[in-house]
């Protein structure tokens, strides 16, 4: 058996900022990471974002950028709020 975790949340898609559901999950998978860390496993974890796709296209549209300006100004609230749950 390994030893080694691999824990990741939901890949997010970029078409509106985070609400509480992405911060459940996100600190689910950051409690399980942890939890093996402390007991001496080697993790990697790993969260993002979906930049692409019809979803992110549409909501761009509506807001009169490109599907790049929308998922760049949106992306820092995800980072925001990560680092603010800490």
Do not use: C
């Amino acid at each position: 058996m390994s030893n080694t975790y691999y824990v990741t949340t939901p890949i997010y898609y970029v078409n509106d900022v985070p609400h509480i559901g992405h911060s459940y999950t996100t600190i689910a998978a950051d409690v399980l990471a942890r939890f093996f860390r402390a007991a001496g496993r080697d993790v990697h974890f790993l969260t993002g974002t979906d930049e692409h796709g019809v979803k992110i296209f549409k909501a761009a549209a509506e807001k009169n950028k490109t599907p790049r300006q929308l998922a760049d100004e949106v992306v820092v609230h995800y980072q925001t709020l990560w680092k603010d749950l800490g």
